[in-house]
């Protein structure tokens, strides 16, 4: 077990990756898209997809050296399709529910998804083949945040309050509190994993793209697309504030600020569409 | 009783096991027979948890509680016997007598052995062993694969030909592997290989309620057996996936130029496409085969026609339509 830990700073706390929790209501699709025989994998992958915690857990499996092929997987349908319904119906069973963690996190989710499709929607901008990898790039970004709120629900709540009291952002609070922020355990957990580089690095750097070593790219799309995600107020990524926007990541992309209107105009489309589906 | 000489596995390395059981008795009993060092434990008391471990690092021995109260022991065994990356580790269920009203279907319920409550710690003991000791003897299965070997795929061919069985036999082969074996290395072709073997498996499985077959001939060669309805269906799903799928394997640059560049032993460059999968049909119908040597003759010749493709394609052998 002890390999699988990661020791924060405060009072010795371990993090550890056993059980996290995952939506009902997506929880609820999934399984009855995997018991139908007439379900496709596409329909499963879109759904699957609309989850950070079932993805990432779709993509840790794939991924892992059991199948042969670790880090080589970067799509949620490519995935599928070399797991097999049968293991997905596994992953179903040992998913566990969110409930009391969503009041904890509410709005994690929204700003997961948003940072989803905006990553997509940029790196097509970029002119980037296969978006489909910078949306699940976009879609684990915080998902360091959703372990700290299960693993650890005291030091959870005491980022929560310093973000009121002191007015910081929740990155800040973190590295007060815990003694590293989200992208460090990002960072732990998609080398455990052994998710595919590019996730990985984007998980890691997207507060800081241009420290990427090979997938500033990646990164880069997922900065601006967090920026942007919170820019709309869609969802909620633990504070109030616009990340700070690095003018890095848009050289990177080499993208103008003029770039990014199309995108955002497609973005303000697309959250409109998919704020019926929440409840 | 001095645990360390009386557990009857000596000379056998470490091994690792999974108890799903709600019986805390029993869990006591297991650990009392083995010192760690011979035989480790962890132990579920349901099945939530236990499933992703046993995904995600497979344990040599899985022991099953018919008792388990969120999933049932032969369900949880199915899962795992069902899926070829986790289909040799051996099971073993526990149950009650009651469990024993009605005959079970051991050929539904693929599990190894059971052993039975009240537990004879003894004999709990050396069903345990006897178990692990049969899994490591070896099986006709492709050791990278898992998948059926020659033997297998012999067999059925040959059974269903007696039966005069309509069926349809895909021979699937990969172009241009050679040349990416040389150039990434044998580690990064065996990652090709895994992934054919993934792709193919999981869609024949995708066609509920067919009788199916995959099995690997060795080396980039493996062999699809399902009705002649939907092989047509079949190949164009492989072709899909794999087609999708394979650039991942390539670094980045050849994934953009798509294709390799190596130089030859005489010093010429040479270009390379990105790897494709030829399949070639084979039909039997109305008993028109006689010998599983037929089959593979047909299928040789046609996978030529297949491979004069250099994109992923399939060939029909139209002669027996």
């Known amino acids: 077990m002890s390999d699988q830990d990661l020791k924060t700073s405060v009072k010795g706390q371990i993090l550890s990756t056993s059980d996290l929790p995952t939506l009902p209501t997506v929880l609820d699709e999934v399984t009855k898209l995997v018991d139908d025989p007439n379900s ?76 989803a499709l905006a990553s997509g929607a940029i790196a097509k901008a970029a002119g980037f083949d296969d978006p489909e990898e910078f949306t699940v790039a976009g879609l684990l970004h915080d998902l360091g945040k959703v372990v700290t709120a299960v693993q650890l629900p005291e030091l959870n709540e005491a980022v929560r309050m310093t973000v009121k009291e002191k007015n910081v952002c929740y990155y800040d609070a973190e590295r007060m509190i815990l003694g590293f922020g989200h992208d460090r355990i990002n960072s732990w957990l998609a080398r455990h994993w052994h998710l595919p580089p590019n996730v990985r690095e984007a998980m890691t750097y997207h507060h800081h793209p241009d420290r990427a070593q090979f997938y500033q790219q990646t990164a880069a799309v997922v900065h601006v697309g967090d920026f942007l995600v919170r820019l709309f107020e869609y969802g909620n990524g633990g504070d109030d504030q616009i990340s700070y926007f690095k003018p890095a990541a848009m050289k990177i992309l080499k993208l103008k600020m003029k770039d990014l209107e199309p995108v955002m105009d497609e973005l303000s489309d697309q959250f409109m569409e998919i704020s019926d589906l929440t409840f | 009783m001095d645990n360390n000489k009386n557990h009857g596995l000596l000379g056998v390395k470490k091994n690792r096991a999974i108890l799903v059981s709600p019986d805390e008795e029993f869990k006591v009993l297991l650990s009392s027979i083995w010192p760690e060092d011979v035989l480790e434990f962890t132990f579920y008391s349901e099945a939530k948890g236990a499933v992703e471990d046993l995904f995600n690092n497979p344990p040599d021995l899985l022991v099953v509680d018919n008792r388990l109260q969120d999933v049932s022991a032969s369900d949880l065994a199915r899962l795992v016997k069902s899926e070829n990356v986790y289909r040799q580790l051996p099971v073993i269920v526990c149950m009650d007598e009651a469990d024993f009203d009605n005959p079970w279907d051991w050929n539904k319920i693929e599990v190894d052995d059971f052993i039975l409550r009240p537990f004879i710690k003894s004999v709990v003991r050396d069903r345990v062993n006897l178990t692990l000791c049969r899994a490591l003897r070896a099986l006709d299965a492709n050791p990278l694969s898992k998948l059926p070997g020659n033997t297998s795929i012999i067999q059925r061919i040959q059974t269903l030909i007696d039966r005069q069985q309509d069926f349809a036999l895909a021979y699937c082969d990969l172009d241009y592997f050679k040349s990416f074996n040389d150039k990434y290395g044998f580690s990064r072709g065996d990652e090709v290989l895994m992934l054919s073997a993934r792709i193919i498996v999981n869609t024949v499985k995708s066609f509920a309620g067919e009788q199916t077959f995959v099995g690997h001939v060795g080396g980039d060669d493996f062999v699809v057996i399902t009705s002649p309805e939907i092989i047509e269906e079949v190949c164009k799903r492989i072709i899909f996936s794999f087609d999708s799928i394979v650039p991942n394997f390539y670094d980045m640059e050849d994934r953009k130029r798509k294709s390799i560049v190596s130089t030859d032993r005489q010093g010429n460059i040479q270009t390379f496409p990105l790897m494709a999968i030829s399949i070639a049909v084979v039909f039997n119908i109305n008993g028109k085969l006689k010998h599983f040597g037929e089959v593979s003759a047909i299928a040789m010749g046609l996978k030529k026609k297949a491979k004069e493709n250099p994109k992923s394609s399939y060939v029909l052998d139209r002669r027996t339509n």
């Open chain 1, 40 to 115: 496709s994998t596409e329909q499963v992958a879109k759904v699957i997809s609309q989850d950070q915690v079932l993805s990432a857990k779709v993509l840790k499996m794939v991924n892992s050296p059991i199948y042969g092929f670790p880090g080589r997987i970067t799509t949620i349908q490519h995935a599928l399709v070399l797991l097999g319904l049968n293991v997905i119906r596994g992953i179903i069973i040992s998913t566990s529910v969110f409930d009391m963690i969503q009041k904890a996190m509410s709005g994690l989710w929204e700003h997961s998804l948003g940072c």
